[in-house]
């Protein structure tokens, strides 16, 4: 199975600040159709998770434009421009490319 | 707009089963393939299950194959799961979520299943 590691896992961040969450996966995440799926998930506390970014970059409709994602191959980023108080929860990276689909131990985001 | 709903979350004996069901409205439920994720009380999550429109293909985590199945009913809009010779390892939240080109986009609110004596 492809291990998708995260780090921190967990982050204090004051509002206004930039904070970025880094997802390695154990094998590359290139799907043979030339595809990357790596998403990201934000789950607030008490709710279910919501999708953030898909295909490593594309934001959801309704997800603010200060989350983004990066990256290629094994390593990704996802960046919050500018915290706000509304951030606070657990983001999970998560692998689609590879049977079986695989999340990230998820990073703890909390405002100091 | 999109909705999942879970049910049949309880508190199971291990050896036990139980059977959770997905209700879904405002899509075409018989266009997605779907998927089950559980997530321990305080852990992260962890993908189960999924199946495809017609539930002719169907792939599962190891750690539930041959105890758990997942199925379909495109006529009631319903996903389910299965869940038989449970362990105490298997308590979690278990969500209901449409997959959709290789990924998953909208989720249920989740139901939990308890196994314990």
């Known amino acids: 199975d492809v291990v998708m590691t995260q780090s921190p896992l967990s982050l204090p961040v004051t509002p206004g600040q930039p904070a970025s969450i880094s997802c390695r996966s154990s094998?590359?995440?290139?799907?043979?159709?030339?595809?990357?799926?790596l998403n990201w998930f934000q789950q607030r506390p008490g709710q279910s998770p919501r999708r953030l970014i898909y295909?490593?970059?594309n934001r959801d409709s309704g997800v603010p434009d200060r989350f983004s994602g990066s990256g290629s191959g094994t390593d990704f980023t996802l960046k919050i421009s500018r915290v706000e108080a509304e951030d606070v929860g657990v983001y999970y990276c998560?692998?689609?490319?590879?049977?079986?689909?695989?999340f990230g131990q998820g990073t703890k985001v909390e405002i100091k | 707009e999109v909705q999942l709903v879970e049910s049949g979350g309880d508190l199971v004996q291990p050896g036990g089963s139980l059977r959770l069901s997905c209700a879904a409205s405002?899509?075409?439920?018989?266009?997605?393939?779907m998927s089950w994720v559980r997530q321990a009380p305080g852990k992260g999550l962890e993908w189960v299950a999924n199946?495809?429109?017609?539930?002719?293909?169907?792939y599962y985590v190891d750690s539930v194959k041959g105890r758990f199945t997942i199925s379909r009913d495109n006529a009631k809009n319903s996903l389910y799961l299965q869940m038989n010779s449970l362990r105490a390892e298997d308590t979690a939240f278990y969500y209901c979520?449409?997959?959709?080109?290789?990924?998953?986009?909208?989720w249920g609110q989740g139901t939990l299943a308890t196994v314990s004596s």
């Open positions: 998560m692998q689609s490319t590879h049977w079986p689909w695989t």
């Open positions: 094998q590359s995440l290139v799907h043979s159709d030339g595809n990357t799926y």
């Open positions: 295909k490593v970059s």
């Open positions: 405002g899509f075409t439920f018989s266009n997605y393939w």
């Open positions: 199946i495809n429109q017609g539930g002719s293909e169907k």
């Open positions: 979520a449409r997959a959709v080109d290789y990924t998953v986009d909208y």
